[in-house]
């Protein structure tokens, strides 16, 4: 089994920055495709960043330019760091994994973008 726990939301001003972590279990990090969706009251959840086992990425066209997403094999950690924050941005942001073609996901954390 995976499990993925998520830290690092929070209240933030408008311009501000995040950094969002997600620690996955286990030994098999290296195994595993990770990324990060988010998703608002209302609407579907979409795709923000991802990250293959090569440290190959990808963006939603929205945030490239302002957000890095990054891992750490040694604490089979994934990091999405969050610059120039809008309040657009505004939403549950969660951890996603896929290993051994299975989909796993955290639990979920609020990022508030508000003066």
């Known amino acids: 089994q995976v499990q993925l726990v998520e830290s690092g939301g929070g209240l933030v001003q408008p311009g501000g920055s995040l950094r969002l972590s997600c620690a996955a279990s286990?030994?098999?990090?290296?195994?595993?495709?990770m990324g990060w969706y988010r998703q608002t009251p209302g609407k579907q959840r979409e795709l923000v960043a991802t990250i293959t086992r090569d440290g190959t990425t990808n963006y939603a066209d929205s945030v490239k330019g302002t957000f890095t997403i990054s891992r750490d094999k040694a604490k089979n950690t994934v990091y999405l760091q969050m610059n120039s924050l809008q309040p657009d941005d505004t939403a549950v942001y969660y951890c996603y994994a896929k290993y051994l073609l299975k989909d796993y996901w955290g639990q979920g954390t609020q990022v508030t973008v508000s003066s």
């Open positions: 286990g030994s098999i990090f290296s195994l595993m495709v």
